[in-house]
Nanobody, 116 residues
Framework: QVHLVESGGGLVPPGGSLRLSCVASVSRFSLFTMAWYRQAPGMQRELVAWINVDGRANYLDSLQGRFTISRDNAQNTSRLQMNSLKPEDTAVYFC??????????WGNGTLVTVSS
């Protein structure tokens, strides 16, 4: 069983930054595509960013370069650096690990609140 544990959420004022981390308990971390999703109250979960096994990163277009996803295969960790945060970034952020169609795992989420 694979477990994903997110951390780094919290309350931050508009314009601030946060770095989310996701640690995966898996022996083949380098084979997983890692992604971050978010779900705001009353909204559907949306894909924010993902990073492939070869390190290529992709982002939700509306982020306009404010977020950066990374991975550290030696530490089984994926991170999401979030800068210039806006109130509309307020959501629960979820880590996802996927390898093929049979392996798809989720963390429990970490709450990010952007408010003055």
């Amino acid at each position: 069983q694979v477990h994903l544990v997110e951390s780094g959420g919290g309350l931050v004022p508009p314009g601030g930054s946060l770095r989310l981390s996701c640690v995966a308990s898996v022996s083949r971390f380098s084979l997983f595509t890692m992604a971050w999703y978010r779900q705001a109250p009353g909204m559907q979960r949306e894909l924010v960013a993902w990073i492939n096994v070869d390190g290529r990163a992709n982002y939700l277009d509306s982020l306009q370069g404010r977020f950066t996803i990374s991975r550290d295969n030696a530490q089984n960790t994926s991170r999401l650096q979030m800068n210039s945060l806006k109130p509309e970034d307020t959501a629960v952020y979820f880590c996802n690990a996927r390898a093929g169609v049979m392996e798809n795992y989720w963390g429990n989420g970490t709450l990010v609140t952007v408010s003055s």
